[in-house]
Nanobody, 131 residues
Framework: QVQLVESGGGLVQAGGSLRLSCVAPGRTFSISRYHMGWFRQAPGKEREFVAVITKNDGSTYYADSVKGRFTASRDNAKNTVYLQMNTLKPEDTAAYYC??????????????????????WGQGTQVTVSS
């Protein structure tokens, strides 16, 4: 069972920045073979899509609510994905999760944005943005 490990969360003022990391431990798990997604979940709300780096060509896609402020990236050599979050807003407050999805979708350009489309998850890291 693969356990992804997130880090980097914390308390920040509105307008500030944080960078989340997600490490996939073990030599047999290569993040380049998976869609690597970021999701978040606020209290009382459903888990929602934030961003993904696709396994096909490493393209990135973002939810409209974070587009232009968040940047997802990956370092294959370190088996680590990152989520750089800038210009944070109080509404960004949530537990943030990284996830890995192995499914190859048809067409290959399809971007998985639902939690059910991912196979492995981290434990989450809390991000709190104060106003």
């Amino acid at each position: 069972q693969v356990q992804l490990v997130e880090s980097g969360g914390g308390l920040v003022q509105a307008g500030g920045s944080l960078r989340l990391s997600c490490v996939a431990p073990g030599r047999t798990f290569s993040i380049s073979r998976y869609h690597m997604g970021w999701f978040r979940q606020a209290p009382g709300k459903e888990r929602e899509f934030v961003a993904v780096i696709t396994k096909n060509d490493g393209s990135t896609y973002y939810a409209d609510s974070v587009k232009g402020r968040f940047t997802a990236s990956r370092d294959n050599a370190k088996n680590t994905v990152y989520l750089q979050m800038n210009t944070l807003k109080p509404e960004d407050t949530a537990a943030y999760y990284c996830a890995a999805g192995a499914t190859t979708f048809i067409p290959s350009t399809y971007v998985p944005q639902m939690p059910s489309q991912y196979d492995y998850w981290g434990q989450g890291t809390q991000v709190t943005v104060s106003s």
